[in-house]
């Protein structure tokens, strides 16, 4: 008698096993695949927003070696996003989600919202992507606690301040984030950090920080970098997001070499190689 694969839960994947360290046991980092089911995020707002297109992305996405689907339902961009309701974010994923799980690679869901973060597992996802770090909404750090699932937690502000240390905020930010999660009970070995690239920073700010990403390695948990099409390249050599496909790779290499174990990309197939060949170039060294 074959037996039944266990059913993917918050804190396993696909196979049944722990999902951070089958994704962080490699000697590059792993790629989680951007997929936004929304009309207004700052790169491809509205490509994606209908269900059939989304799941042929996440598809293309699995074929080209992502490690993760990432999946958000409301644009967090810095300038111009409308904020929706739980309800209208979970109509937007509803068609969508159950599908993606169903390829059989770890999803996370993006969202701050503990409502939508508390129907997802149910779904399938494994990992809540918090882009407020459990300082929004005061349900979420409890419920992740419950479910048991990783969560990366995010560094973000309503606005930039040139006028800060960005590296000392955004260590400030994550000792209160992980305050509140050792006393909502969520492990340490569930947590994964974010400095937030493009999140209520300016574009110095955003290169500051991965820069100076090994600071970071002071909290002893896993970190992730997302610098995929961020406007910080723009301001380096002058393009629209879809043209930023050079500077978001510079941008990854660099922090795979300070220490980050996922980066988040739009562009799965050139991130893969690029991360791949780096690693492979390193053990000949």
Do not use: C
């Not at 696909?14 to 009309?39: E, K, Q």
């Not at 407020?132 to 990783?150: H, K, N, Y």
């Amino acid at each position: 008698m074959i037996a039944a694969k266990p059913r993917p839960t918050a804190a396993t994947g696909p196979a049944g096993h722990p999902v951070l360290p089958a994704l962080l046991s490699r000697p590059y980092p792993a790629v989680m695949g951007v997929l936004n089911v929304t009309p207004d995020s700052f790169s491809d707002g509205g490509q994606f927003a209908a269900p059939e297109r989304a799941l042929a992305q996440a598809r293309r996405m699995v074929a080209e070696g992502a490690d993760i689907i990432d999946i958000g339902a409301e644009s967090t961009r810095p300038y111009g996003s409308e904020p929706i309701s739980a309800d209208e974010e979970l109509d937007r994923l509803r068609p969508v989600l159950p599908d993606v799980i169903a390829l059989g690679i770890p999803v996370s869901i993006d969202s701050m919202k503990s409502a939508v973060v508390a129907w997802a597992p149910h779904q399938g996802a494994v990992i809540a992507n918090d882009v407020w770090g459990l300082q929004r909404d005061s349900g979420m750090a409890g419920l992740v606690a419950e479910r048991g699932a990783p969560i990366i937690i995010m560094h973000n502000r309503d606005s930039a301040d040139p006028a800060i240390d960005i590296m000392q905020d955004i260590a400030a930010f994550f000792a209160r984030s992980l305050d509140i999660a050792a006393k909502a009970g969520i492990s340490p070995d569930k947590i994964v950090l974010d400095p937030g690239i493009g999140f209520g920073k300016t574009p110095e700010q955003s290169m500051t920080a991965l820069a100076r990403l090994g600071e970071l390695q002071s909290f002893g948990l896993p970190l992730l970098i997302g610098a995929s099409r961020k406007r910080f390249i723009s301001t380096v050599t002058p393009s629209e997001p879809h043209q930023r496909l050079g500077g978001s790779i510079a941008a990854h290499l660099l922090a795979a070499q300070n220490g980050a174990r996922i980066v988040r990309a739009h562009d799965v197939a050139e991130t893969v190689q690029a991360l791949r060949v780096s690693a492979a170039i390193r053990e000949q060294g």
